[in-house]
């Protein structure tokens, strides 16, 4: 049986092999590539690496190509800097400076014909009281001001806590109306102004930003989801401010506001549009507050004013704190943190020019990756390397090109990342495939070999082919063996084309695992497989890799009878897989004749770890150590010694132990009763047969369910009426 599938997986290996060889060039083979790169692109651009990485490329984008001059001149920003701090202080005023003088402003800003006037600030609490002043006198100053001047939007802020109550807030809400799902937090409560001054301003505007997983601040919601009302975020406020109505329809990608389609993404936030770099240097003009109140004072006194009195006429003003120790900070794109109030003044501004960015369709990038990547394999495959090098250079122009073009022509943003990865990607399969199909002779040892030897085996005879050698070296490794029990049972009534089927998913699976851990793969014996542990290349360890493989096959059995009902044979055939595990020093090389040879193993070691796995059979267990193996692992396994056995044909005795689970203080707890069985084992090898009994008998029954102490109780019941000639405490074993 092993060798019909052997000889099977081989012709089929060779019939592809040969097929590959004559097609892997043709162009339609380059086209299927490229489709499947850009699938394995695109699923990695769903990550949150490759969404960071595209990120990063769009941050530098921003950077490294600003558009100033498209900064809206009538958005501009005043400035509670250390100026104005500096300009107070100087008359006795320290901060927090009193309510009213935020009232004079909004007066001045009235007076001289503003469009809206923003606070990026939180009047949550009442003013505080004064010698000259007291706080209801401050904060109804103010509230005055705001309702007299009636375009004023107050900053708040939604929380995700119960306690922070809001008053009635309703009157602040919009009606989108929605044609699609329409994503927001649920906030469980809010910051909100002062009731005088809620009472008396025009709106609300709120001030919530989530960055993008990074930290980096990119998109903002256009509306925030509060006791079933919608309420626009402060940027969308003051455009809103601006409108003469207020109709929004909510669509699957875009908020259309008055006929003004603003694009929106993933969970309806809005892309920023950056112009540059923020502060004072920056694309908005700002003005400190200081300079504000005096030309406020001297418009009301006559005097005059440090700024002329059209500064601010039809202009959308945000205020908001840059002063050391006051100033909200945020990290944007910009390598230096923006002030808050300018990542508002940059939406708004982005509202009032319909400058927005435009993200190119998931489909649309898709697409592209494929071309690159179809590209730079035509280039690879078809063309001498003279030629090939040049033009990969050129792919990379274009993908670098074909993105700065659309992105300075009107912010057009095409996906970076993914053509770049498709090109890394398609180039370097097509320098493998390449490497690989090349040299005909190389190709055909390869070929030939692989169907007998290991494949580090089959590198050295490539390198250096005489280092292959008849005979072996004697190593010390550990040997696993496996066999399937009640495999007749099991495979009655199947086909040989069905038997096969099954026996290769059940050796995927069980030789994979051996692989995993680093084992080799001997030989297929039948139903059963032949594995070395420390071989050809040496391994200290080669017992715990052993064991962690044995114990992996465990733990997938133990899961497929704790996940179906019903097991077909396949799965059968691992739930009833024995192994046997023996370490020691064997005789390992490439054992054979001139015309054909295999890497393989023998010696005692190797029969004993044969004879281990048959002996499962005895005890009903699954996993049988040697006494040689357990000696290597027991500090990183637990294990419970099942018996002291004398091997037929061997005159010494060795003990033979169960491999249960990873030895930790969760499976000492789970296995408390091994100290049970030890204690059992010790009466039953000193003769003290009904002690023994007592034990094997409440093992072997719920709830431990013992099947070995099944085993061992019925053998202790047998010695009681005929004691074994010679008894010593150690079971001979009568067959192999």
């Known amino acids: 049986m092993g060798n019909i599938m052997k000889k099977s997986a081989t012709h089929e290996k060779s019939t592809f092999g040969h097929l ?41 984008r921003f950077r490294k190509f600003p558009i100033p001059e498209r900064a809206d001149s009538n958005v501009v920003l005043v400035a509670i800097d250390n100026t104005s701090l500096n300009y107070f202080e100087n008359f006795g005023v320290l901060w927090k400076w009193p309510r009213n003088f935020y009232g004079i402003a909004v007066d001045y800003f009235a007076a001289v014909g503003a469009k809206a006037i923003i606070f990026d600030m939180m009047f949550d609490d009442p003013d505080i009281d004064r010698a000259e002043t007291d706080a209801s006198e401050t904060d109804g100053a103010f509230a005055r001001s705001i309702n007299r001047a009636g375009n004023v939007i107050l900053g708040a802020e939604f929380t995700m806590n119960e306690t922070d109550i809001t008053p009635d807030i309703t009157p602040f809400s919009v009606d989108p109306q929605v044609e699609s799902s329409l994503y927001s937090q649920d906030f469980k409560g809010g910051i909100i102004p002062i009731d005088v001054l809620l009472q008396a301003t025009k709106s609300l505007g709120f001030l919530n930003i989530r960055p993008d997983d990074d930290g980096i601040i990119r ?3 256009l509306v925030y989801f509060y006791k079933e009302n919608y309420y626009p975020q402060v940027g969308y406020s003051g455009f809103l401010m601006g409108q003469k109505h207020g109709d929004i329809i909510v669509k699957s990608n875009a908020f ?23 502060g004072k240097d920056g694309v908005f003009k ?6 504000v109140f005096q030309s406020a004072l001297a418009m009301q006194t006559g005097g005059e004013p440090s700024l002329p009195n059209n500064t601010f006429k039809d202009k959308y003003i945000i205020l908001g704190a840059t002063a050391s120790g006051l100033s909200d900070l945020r990290p944007t794109p910009f390598i230096n943190p923006y002030p808050g109030m300018e990542i508002w003044a940059t939406t708004l501004s982005n509202f009032l020019n319909k400058d927005f960015v435009t993200i190119v369709p998931d489909w649309i990038n898709f697409l592209h990756v494929i071309l690159v990547a179809f590209i730079t394999f035509i280039i690879f495959m078809r063309l001498k390397p003279k030629f090939a090098n040049p033009l990969m250079l050129l792919v990379i122009a274009y993908i670098l090109g074909i993105t700065v073009l659309l992105w300075n ?82 495979s009655e009534g199947k086909t040989p084309k069905e038997l096969v089927g099954l026996l290769n998913e059940y050796f995927d699976k069980i030789t994979g695992i051996v692989l995993e851990n680093n084992g080799l793969l001997d030989k297929y014996t039948g139903d059963g497989i032949m594995a070395i542990f420390g071989a050809p290349i040496p391994k200290e360890d080669h017992a715990i890799m052993a064991c962690s493989a044995a114990l992996e096959h465990r ?51 190797v029969n004993l770890a044969a004879r281990l796995e048959g002996v499962n059979k005895i005890y009903k267990t699954q996993i049988m150590l040697s006494e040689s193996t357990y000696d290597l692992i027991k500090e990183q396994f637990l294990c419970r010694e099942l018996d002291r056995l004398r091997v037929k044909g061997k005159t010494e005795p060795t003990s033979v132990y169960e491999l249960l689970d990873e030895n930790t203080e969760e499976a000492i707890l789970n296995n408390a009763w091994i100290k049970d069985y030890e204690e059992a084992l010790s009466y039953y090898r000193n003769s003290k047969w009904n002690k023994a009994i007592d034990i094997f008998e409440r093992l072997s029954k719920n709830p431990i369910n013992d099947k070995a102490s099944g085993v061992m109780l019925e053998r202790c019941r047998k010695f009681k009426h005929e004691i074994p000639k010679d008894w010593d405490g150690v079971f001979t074993l009568e067959v192999k």
């Open 256 to 278: 259309i506001t008055n006929g003004l389609s603003i694009p929106v993404t993933q969970n309806d936030k809005y892309f920023i549009n950056w112009y540059g770099s923020g």
């Open 409 to 490: 022509a009107d912010r057009i943003l095409l996906n970076l990342s993914m053509p770049l990865i498709g090109f890394v990607l398609s180039y370097g399969y097509s320098a493998t495939i390449s490497y690989i199909m090349e040299g005909r002779s190389k190709r055909d040892i390869k070929k030939v070999f692989t169907r007998y030897l290991h494949p580090d085996v089959i590198e050295t005879l490539l390198i250096d082919p005489d280092s292959v050698k008849i005979g072996g070296d004697s190593i010390t490794a550990t040997v696993l063996f496996t066999d399937i029990a009640n495999f007749t049972t099991f």
């Open 20 to 60: 590959f060889s004559k097609i892997y060039k043709i162009w339609y083979v380059g086209l299927i590539i490229a489709v499947i790169i850009a699938i394995l692109v695109s699923l990695f651009h769903e990550t949150d690496i490759g969404k960071q990485l595209e990120w990063k490329t769009v941050d530098y």
């Open 219 to 221: 998109r903002v919601p």
């Open 286 to 291: 700002y003005y400190p507050f200081a300079a």
């Open 555 to 605: 733990k997938y059995c133990q899961k497929l009878q704790q996940e179906k009902q019903e097991f077909n044979a396949a799965d059968n055939f691992h739930i009833h897989t024995r192994i046997g595990v023996n370490s020691g020093p064997i005789v390992a090389g490439n054992i054979g004749s001139k015309n054909r040879m295999d890497y393989t193993a023998i010696g005692d070691n």
